[in-house]
């Protein structure tokens, strides 16, 4: 089993920051691909930011979050990092980290999620 355990949000004025991490734990054989979503009331969950495995790890960021979000990993700690930087109220919302995990080498890789943590960005 694998789980994905996010820490990090909070409240914060419009122009704060904040870094969210996510830590995966349990059978984690390979992590292929982790990122960050998030969910706005009433909205559609939306991708963030996504860092790949593998040296360099390439990053892809939403249009929205370019130039004030990073998304940053240390492999062996097996966590994920999102620094959040010049944080807007449209921000607000709950962040989900999502991973791609091969539990072990007979198994196929799975889609994963943490149980979500809240960004308030006040005005």
């Known amino acids: 089993q694998v789980q994905l355990v996010e820490s990090g949000g909070g409240l914060v004025q419009a122009g704060g920051s904040l870094r969210l991490s996510c830590a995966a734990s349990?059978?984690?054989?390979?992590?292929?691909?982790i990122g960050w979503y998030r969910q706005a009331p009433g909205k559609q969950r939306e991708l963030v930011a996504t860092i790949a495995s593998g040296r360099g790890g390439r990053t892809n960021y939403a249009d929205s979050v370019k130039g004030r979000f990073t998304i940053s990993r240390d492999n062996a700690k097996n966590t994920v990092y999102l620094q959040m930087d010049s944080l807007k109220p449209e921000d607000t919302a709950v962040y989900y980290c999502?991973?791609?995990?091969?539990?072990?080498?007979?198994?196929?890789?799975?889609?994963?999620w943490g149980q979500g943590t809240q960004v308030t960005v006040s005005s």
């Open positions: 349990g059978s984690t054989f390979s992590i292929t691909a």
């Open positions: 999502n991973a791609v995990v091969q539990p072990t080498p007979w198994n196929p890789p799975n889609n994963y």
